[in-house]
């Protein structure tokens, strides 16, 4: 059974950063394509970041591009969002999705495996 567990979140001032953790348990990481979400109150879910099975290439939302990178390291089967100059409307839930069968994908409905999320709090 894939589990996946965030940890990270927390509140911080506009212009702050923060490093977001997928830990990754019943599997090794390198088999699965692993994306971040993100759902802020009284709105969807929406993409954020993903990358590639292979760990090679990744992919960002337009709004967060430029401060997002998102990384992994297989020895800990852990996955990284670090975010910087956060703004206000980043406040949100963010999730960590994973999938054993796609490459990679911005759609959440593509991916098998979710963790429980993390609140991200961003003050003006």
């Known amino acids: 059974q894939v589990q996946l567990v965030e940890s990270g979140g927390g509140l911080v001032q506009a212009g702050e950063s923060l490093r977001l953790s997928c830990v990754v348990s019943?599997?090794?990481?390198?088999?699965?394509?692993m994306g971040w979400f993100r759902q802020a109150p009284r709105k969807e879910r929406e993409f954020v970041a993903a990358m590639r099975r292979s760990g090679g290439s990744t992919y960002f939302a337009e709004s967060v591009k430029g401060r997002f990178t998102i990384s992994r390291d297989n020895a800990k089967n852990t996955v990284y969002l670090q975010m910087n100059s956060l703004k206000p409307e980043d406040t949100a839930v963010y999730y960590c999705?994973?999938?054993?069968?796609?490459?990679?994908?911005?759609?959440?409905?593509?991916?098998?495996?979710w963790g429980q999320g993390t609140q991200v709090t961003v003050s003006s």
């Open positions: 999705a994973a999938d054993s069968t796609i490459s990679n994908s911005r759609a959440a409905y593509e991916y098998d495996y």
């Open positions: 019943g599997t090794t990481l390198s088999s699965l394509a």
